[in-house]
């Protein structure tokens, strides 16, 4: 009777095709899961910058006057913007939208003048009496509306352009756009 087992040659050969096939699904496994984060980051990225553009233009669009000197070319470009909330009815509340680190942030301010027990608001021009001057108090506490921001630029006259660089580890995304106010 002939023995049935496998020589040491066809082991090797079975093992180095086992070995082949495992390096093969281990490397397209990987490869799926990479390409997977890497457009999971892209959405999150761009779900985040359309969120910030959408958030600043609808409030611009509504203003009834950009406070402060505000730039007319892309050179002279602020990382921050305040203007006048035209959602409501009081006057003398202002947006406020500004970059710091990686974040955009959105807080409502207002003016008094700085001997005014009362805190009365004032507009954002108002030239105080003599010896005060012209004091900013929080009415709405500053909150994170967007990350990843690497670069903020705010500037225009009759538009307001913006231009957004958002950065999340190695994905970049650019947005720009110009927004035109009803109201300014």
């Not at 990225?45 to 910030?52: A, E, K």
């Not at 909330?85 to 406020?96: A, L, M, N, Q, R």
């Not at 004091?135 to 990843?148: H, N, S």
Request: glycine share 4%.
């Amino acid at each position: 009777m002939k023995n049935k087992a496998f020589t040491l040659t066809e082991l090797l050969i079975t093992i180095t095709i086992l070995i082949i096939i495992t390096g093969a699904v281990y490397l397209s496994y990987n490869l799926s899961q990479k390409a997977y984060r890497e457009s999971e980051k892209a959405a999150e990225i761009s779900q985040n910058g359309r969120v910030i553009i959408e958030r600043i233009t609808r409030e611009i669009r509504q203003t009834k006057e950009i406070a402060g000197d505000f730039p007319e070319e892309r050179e002279s470009a602020l990382s921050e913007i305040t203007f006048e909330d035209g959602h409501i009815s009081e006057p003398y509340h202002y947006i406020h939208y500004f970059k710091t680190n990686n974040t955009i942030k959105r807080e409502v301010i207002g003016y008094y003048f700085s001997e005014d027990s009362e805190k009365n608001l004032q507009p954002w021009n108002a030239i105080p009496p003599s010896g005060q001057t012209l004091e900013t108090k929080i009415l709405e506490e500053a909150k994170i509306i967007g990350e990843w921001v690497d670069n903020l630029e705010l500037w225009g006259s009759k538009e307001v352009n913006i231009a957004l660089t958002l950065k999340k580890q190695d994905k970049i995304l650019n947005l720009e756009t110009k927004v035109f106010g009803r109201n300014f």
